[in-house]
């Protein structure tokens, strides 16, 4: 038990019956192994962008985009608002899942969406973040509105965020263009927490971060920066919570540089319950 024995099989003494079967047979497995290095070959691009041509757009807006050996779809949530795709158009997107379905075969759903799209386009840009000298250590998004990204430079002598830009804005602003107007916030990626979260809360200018043992960082800045640190709909609040992974609490001070709670102790102690 578990030796292999080989011996050949002339072809020439099949009937009609088992050459079709052995056709079959070879047919199923050559098919098998092509859609195995196919899954493979897409399940390692995910993250990576990739362009196609639409081929057809469905009742409920999922875009068909033929790619390469197979046609990828783009789900209707993961393209930017007020985007409109037709037949033909080329479009730039970013590779999200792989997987198999039983009755459609090899599935890759790409997004326009996805942080990781951002990223893509600003290594494509950006040669300095194509060589390595700069690495993108976090980048969060609302698509079609506004995203930050935090920039590390690898060596001394370059700066990422200057980098990033480009002269007058050039390179930061074609990847806006892509991205229909998405303003991108670029910062320099700093270990230190706090650091870091004051950075992400640019344009306004901060105080002081406070990060309880919860991660909840409460960030201290006087009443003029307020709308800045909030930003419209609440979208600079969030994004520098989504960029840093903590939870964000804006303690507005008053004129002396302390809190409105620590002023409204002061005033109970003086004047009592009123």
Do not use: C, W
């Amino acid at each position: 038990i578990g030796d292999e024995l080989t011996y050949e099989l002339s072809t020439d003494n099949l009937g009609r019956t088992a050459a079709q079967t052995l056709h079959k047979e070879l047919e199923y497995h050559i098919q098998r192994l092509m859609e195995e290095k196919i899954f493979q070959k897409y399940q390692d691009m995910v993250g990576h962008m990739v362009f196609g041509s639409v081929t057809r757009v469905d009742s409920e807006e999922n875009t068909f985009i033929e790619i390469d050996e197979l046609r990828a779809v783009m789900p209707r949530k993961n393209r930017i608002k007020g985007e409109k795709f037709k037949p033909g158009d080329v479009v730039k997107a970013v590779i999200k899942s792989v997987y198999i379905d039983k009755s459609m075969g090899i599935k890759v759903e790409l997004s326009r969406t996805s942080p990781k799209f951002l990223e893509a386009l600003l290594k494509a840009e950006v040669p300095e973040i194509k060589d390595g000298l700069v690495l993108i250590a976090a980048s969060a998004r609302i698509p079609g509105e506004r995203a930050k990204v935090a920039l590390v430079a690898t060596s001394p002598n370059v700066d990422p965020v200057g980098a990033t830009v480009g002269t007058k804005g050039v390179r930061i602003n074609a990847v806006t263009k892509e991205l229909n107007g998405e303003n991108i916030d670029a910062i320099e990626y700093s270990a230190e927490p706090a650091i870091l979260i004051t950075r992400a809360m640019a344009p306004a200018i901060i105080s002081s971060v406070k990060i309880g043992e919860d991660g909840k960082a409460v960030v201290s800045l006087v009443t003029e920066q307020k709308s800045k640190a909030i930003g419209k709909s609440g979208i600079n609040i969030r994004l520098a919570s989504m960029l840093t992974g903590h939870e964000i609490e804006l303690n507005e001070l008053g004129a002396r540089g302390e809190s409105k709670d620590e002023n409204a102790k002061d005033l109970k102690a003086l004047f009592g319950d009123l």
